[in-house]
């Protein structure tokens, strides 16, 4: 079964940077697509970056230019480079493995791991 354990997370003023890190296991890894998602208190889960097997990177608009999302199929490893962080980037962020269909990115595990807090202070 699929297992999930993001890290990374921590509280930064604004215009800092963090790196997040999720490492999976219970799945082939260099066949899926992987995603990082985000959640902030009283609103919905939303998708922040993908990055598809082959490396094609896909991103929230709101976080352009600012995040980077990269991979190591060696080590299992996705990661989430922030910079330039806001606080509108207070949430706690997880990562999933991601389907594309169409122009959109989906979860596809009902798995998700405990996840990581950052916090962004003005």
């Known amino acids: 079964q699929v297992q999930l354990v993001e890290s990374g997370g921590g509280l930064v003023q604004a215009g800092g940077s963090l790196r997040l890190s999720c490492a999976a296991s219970?799945?082939?890894?260099?066949?899926?697509?992987m995603g990082w998602y985000r959640q902030a208190p009283g609103k919905q889960r939303e998708l922040v970056a993908a990055?598809?097997?082959?490396?094609?990177?896909d991103y929230a608009d709101s976080v352009k230019a600012r995040f980077t999302i990269s991979r190591d199929n060696n080590k299992k490893m996705v990661y989430l480079q922030m910079n330039s962080l806001k606080p509108e980037d207070t949430a706690v962020y997880s990562c999933?493995?991601?389907?594309?269909?169409?122009?959109?990115?989906?979860?596809?595990?009902?798995?998700w791991g405990q996840g990581t807090q950052v916090t962004v202070s003005s």
């Open positions: 990055i598809s097997m082959t490396g094609i990177t």
């Open positions: 999933n493995t991601v389907q594309r269909r169409g122009s959109s990115w989906y979860p596809q595990s009902d798995y």
């Open positions: 219970g799945i082939i890894f260099r066949l899926v697509a």
